[in-house]
């Protein structure tokens, strides 16, 4: 049973750049959120969806970020016009019916 | 709002001492959750503490539920170098049944 899939693991961008951060939950799962980590921090919620609907968008910022989780396909985490501020680890987690969260690998952001 | 404070930030102990990482919330809780994260990794799940009063142990690991419901510890006896990482403990938003708060984590660093 693969768990949460996250990629890419690594990704450098340039000021002004996009960003495209992917998640695919764990099998079975079908609900997705989205943490934004910065170094030595905890773990800051940014997003909240469901396939096809975002439940709960309250913590990411409302200009440059979105989240979408099609019918089919990973969730996608799309940072437009990259400032050096959104460097930083992004994780993905994962619930089926149960409240356990289960992380992916993370994306390590990283703007230049 | 609904905040959680985890103490200590860091803890340094000789290969072999005890460390415990305390929770403490704002709000009375319906669970609590733990989770490690090695340095370098993702957040991993460690238990959900639901009863008031509530002991658990994984091996050397000790989490306890507070009879009030509104802190929880974490306790490992007789630490060992895989031990090393960040101890975040989290709690579910009130009126939430999703949305986990997490604390800002205790860095455990061992030497051997």
């Known amino acids: 049973n693969a768990g949460v899939m996250q990629n890419p693991r690594h990704l450098v961008r340039r000021r002004g750049q996009e960003a495209r951060l992917r998640c695919s939950p764990m099998?079975?799962?079908?609900?997705v959120y989205w943490y934004r980590q910065l170094p030595e921090e905890g773990l800051k919620f940014m997003v909240y969806?469901?396939?096809?609907?975002?439940?709960?968008e309250s913590g990411m910022p409302k200009e440059r970020f979105s989240a979408e989780f099609p019918k089919e396909g990973p969730s996608i985490l799309r940072i437009q016009q990259v400032v050096r501020g959104d460097s930083a680890a992004y994780f993905c987690?994962?619930?089926?019916?149960?409240?356990?969260?289960?992380f992916g690998p993370g994306t390590r952001l990283l703007v230049l | 709002g609904q905040q959680v404070m985890q103490i200590p930030q860091y803890q340094h102990v000789q290969e072999g001492e005890d460390f415990t990482t305390y929770c403490n919330s704002s709000?009375?809780?319906?669970?609590i959750q733990w989770y490690k994260q090695r340095p370098g990794g993702h957040p991993v799940f460690l238990i959900q503490?639901?009863?008031?009063?509530e002991v658990k142990k994984q091996k050397r690991l000790t989490f306890q539920f507070g009879e009030a419901k509104k802190n929880s510890s974490l306790h490992i006896t007789a630490t060992q170098t895989t031990d090393v990482g960040t101890y975040f403990c989290?709690?579910?938003?009130?009126?939430?049944?999703?949305?986990?708060?997490f604390g800002s984590g205790t860095r455990l660093l061992v030497r051997p």
């Open positions: 987690a994962s619930t089926g019916q149960q409240e356990t969260q289960y």
């Open positions: 099998k079975g799962h079908s609900h």
């Open positions: 969806l469901q396939k096809e609907n975002i439940i709960d």
């Open positions: 709000t009375t809780l319906s669970n």
């Open positions: 503490l639901v009863k008031s009063g």
């Open positions: 989290a709690e579910p938003l009130m009126d939430s049944s999703y949305k986990l708060i």
